[in-house]
């Protein structure tokens, strides 16, 4: 399924999208950055309530298809910009980190 079909599928807000075609083929949650680049795999989405300038350089080094928000997490737009640059995809959802990942696990 690719980000945009995701993004659709579990009702996201789109906030960056300039790569609506890339597949998402797993998913990782967590918040601890370190520990999302140790983890997660390239293809997945990310599930995250983290919106500083580091989760957008994690997400574009470990290949991450699209960043999940949680807890309608306020973003900046400068930070959106440098995603949209970088190529990350991101959306935003009002759902707490657990019901988010309980819809995401019905499509990956």
């Known amino acids: 399924m690719t980000a ?4 659709e599928r579990l009702d996201l807000s789109v906030l ?3 790569e609506p075609d890339v597949e998402v083929d797993g998913a990782y949650a967590g918040d ?4 999302v680049m140790g983890r ?4 997945n989405a990310w599930v995250t309530i983290m919106t500083n300038i580091n989760t957008v350089a994690v997400a574009s080094l470990a290949g991450i298809s699209l960043v ?7 973003i900046e737009d400068e930070v959106l910009k440098t995603a949209s640059q970088k190529s ?4 935003r ?5 657990y019901e988010t990942c ?3 696990a019905e499509y990956v």
């Open 4 to 7: 945009k079909e995701l993004a």
């Open 16 to 18: 960056s999208m300039p």
């Open 32 to 35: 601890l950055l370190s520990w």
């Open 40 to 43: 997660a795999t390239e293809g």
């Open 68 to 74: 999940i928000l949680c807890d309608s997490s306020e």
């Open 88 to 91: 990350v995809n991101i959306a």
């Open 93 to 97: 959802t009002s759902l707490p980190m």
């Open 102 to 104: 309980v819809k995401l």
